[in-house]
């Protein structure tokens, strides 16, 4: 754990105000749920709470289905990181954080696609070698919660109207799941 150097004072409804620096760096929102950890030392640990974190086995094994099926790299994000891929790149792309592009493109609420020329777009800042082919927002009780991606090599030719329409469904199943 590091320290900030930040101190900040309990108020009398219990509250602690997180400073902006931190916010910022750690990509927490107005609203994001924080999960609170303690251990015996008296420590307590905010960790921005992913719902769809929760089903990371799940998710690699739609993500394994997925690259059967159209034969290429396929991945599901939260808001924040990449959390399973299939196909390729899992080296590169896995735990890392997503690009502003790929959260902009969630935040729209709509499927993106590659349609002419190589790709683009990349999936994360960590590695610009891989780029956003198809992204499909997961949605569930009106939030989106992440992303059903297809990905290929920078400069590659985009993905077809095959991995289109897997990375929908499989966006609607995995918040179908998140609401039941």
């Known amino acids: 754990m590091k320290a900030t150097g930040i101190v900040r004072r309990i108020d009398d409804l219990g509250r602690v105000v997180i400073p902006k620096e931190i916010r910022r760096t750690m990509r927490i929102r107005e609203g ?3 999960e609170i950890f ?3 030392d008296g420590e307590l640990i905010f960790k921005k709470y992913s719902p769809i974190g929760e089903l990371t086995d ?3 094994q739609v993500c394994e289905s997925l690259r059967k099926s159209a034969d290429g790299i396929a991945a599901v994000c939260d808001r924040d990181s990449v ?3 299939a196909g390729g790149a899992k080296k590169e792309l896995l735990e890392k954080p997503i690009s502003p592009q790929l959260g902009e493109i969630m935040d729209g609420r709509s499927i993106y696609r590659q349609l002419t020329g190589g790709s683009t777009l990349p999936v994360s800042p960590a590695d610009e070698r891989f780029c956003l082919s198809v992204a499909a927002p997961i949605l569930a009780e009106g939030d989106v919660l992440g992303s059903v991606l297809f990905v290929t090599p920078r400069g590659s030719a985009p993905s077809g109207e095959v991995e289109y329409k897997l990375a929908q469904a499989a966006a609607l199943f995995l918040g179908k799941q998140m609401e039941s």
């Open 32 to 34: 994001d749920p924080l």
């Open 38 to 40: 303690t251990d015996r």
């Open 58 to 60: 799940f998710a690699a």
């Open 83 to 85: 959390i399973a891929v």
